[in-house]
């Protein structure tokens, strides 16, 4: 897994509440990335970070607000989640393979928002 | 809006066939090229990536890209079932945003016993 955890790996919540994912990672990347999966969609950028306190949005980022404080954790927070948020949630870091920057992935949180 | 296109599937082969995954993608200025495979209920985890035009070989797989046509493909000689799997094909736009990917929506491959 690249060295990268997310908390939970589940969560059941209910509409209105706020709720945040965590990722870590300890190969001290510098690109972090928070993705979600739905069936018809695949996967879909929300945010991304490029270092300690510097994120910007991707294509899916309303509803959502990141913060990165130290270079290992970066985390996803749903202000008032919504039905509409219910989707596997997936980080991801970029690293060097050989001469190639890609991106690994996390294990993933299923999040149903009732 | 950048767009990666892939067959949804499924795509069924039997077991020692060759599987041919297609991808296109609009941006022409993109510059590398990758393959992940997710089995169901896990995470993707990268295959193969590609930035030059031709093929690139590892094991039984073989990338394919074709930069004039915008086109990228994954081969698997000696399909398993155990290469049954949902596989995405995304795309680094390249320029100021090298470390982003798209993804297209991926192709679910079925390796029949």
């Known amino acids: 897994d690249a060295g990268i955890t997310q908390s939970p790996r589940h969560k059941v919540t209910e509409t209105g509440t706020p709720v945040t994912l965590r990722c870590h990672q300890t190969e001290n990347h510098r690109y972090m990335y928070w993705y979600r999966q739905d069936p018809g969609h695949g996967l879909r950028l929300i945010h991304y970070?490029?270092?300690?306190?510097?994120?910007d949005k991707g294509e899916v980022s309303d509803g959502y607000s990141v913060s990165r404080s130290k270079t290992e954790d970066f985390l996803l927070t749903l202000e008032s989640a919504t039905s509409s948020q219910t989707s596997v949630y997936f980080c991801a870091i970029s690293g060097r393979q050989g001469a190639q920057e890609t991106q690994y992935f996390g294990p993933g949180t299923r999040l149903l928002v009732l | 809006q950048k767009e990666v296109e892939q067959n949804s599937g499924p795509l069924s082969v039997p077991e020692g066939a060759i599987a041919s995954l297609n991808c296109t993608y609009s941006d022409r200025g993109s510059q590398s090229f990758f393959w992940y495979r997710q089995y169901s209920g896990k995470s993707p985890e990268l295959i193969m990536f590609?930035?030059?035009?031709g093929d690139k070989e590892d094991g039984r797989f073989t990338a394919q890209l074709n930069k004039a046509s915008q086109y990228v493909s994954l081969l698997i000689r000696d399909s398993q079932p155990s290469d049954s799997a949902t596989y995405l094909c995304?795309?680094?736009?390249?320029?100021?945003?090298?470390?982003?990917?798209?993804f297209g929506k991926g192709t679910l491959l079925t390796v029949n016993p």
């Open positions: 970070s490029y270092g300690v306190k510097d994120t």
């Open positions: 590609i930035y030059s035009n």
């Open positions: 995304a795309v680094n736009p390249g320029g100021g945003s090298n470390y982003k990917l798209t």
